[in-house]
């Protein structure tokens, strides 16, 4: 889960797309990624869109993404997952039960997603006002 969070991940083998992807190491300095920055965020991350090559020699898809600060360890995006994914969850949705999670660490904003301890998804929101993501209910 960390790779898919950290780098992306091919969602499906017979396919392009792309999921994931919130580490300030996607950039034009690395060789494995063609990013356009879209937006700088007022609490330093960013909205971009990125390519990447697969293993199969595959370019994935355009993937819209938003980054971690460029200030933030591939460690300190771990440690703000486990410690939001830790919190009182806002939101749960029906189809398989997982939970939403969101908080501030550092001054930015993360959303994960789990269902029972193991968490599906993490990501910095990009310091916009949220609410309850689709197919989410309240906890109330």
């Known amino acids: 889960?960390?790779?898919?969070?950290?780098?992306?991940?091919?969602?499906?083998?017979a396919k392009n797309e792309l999921i994931g992807g919130h580490s300030p190491d996607i950039n034009n300095n690395n060789p494995n990624y063609a990013v356009e920055v879209l937006q700088t965020?007022?609490?330093?991350?960013?909205?971009?869109?990125?390519v990447t090559q697969y293993p199969?020699?595959?370019?994935?898809?355009?993937?819209t993404s938003t980054l971690f600060p460029e200030s933030w360890s591939n460690s300190?995006?771990?440690?703000?997952?486990?410690?939001?994914?830790?919190?009182?969850p806002i939101g749960v949705r029906a189809s398989d039960g997982a939970n939403l999670y969101r908080g501030v660490v550092n001054g930015v904003q993360v959303e994960v997603i789990k269902i029972g301890d193991v968490v599906t998804s993490g990501y910095p929101t990009g310091g916009m006002k949220t609410g309850l993501l689709p197919g989410f209910s309240g906890m109330d």
């Open 76 to 88: 300190d995006i771990i440690e703000s997952i486990q410690i939001v994914g830790n919190t009182t």
């Open 56 to 63: 199969d020699g595959n370019l994935s898809n355009i993937k």
């Open 1 to 13: 889960m960390q790779e898919k969070i950290l780098h992306g991940q091919r969602k499906n083998p």
């Open 41 to 50: 965020n007022i609490d330093g991350t960013q909205k971009v869109k990125f």
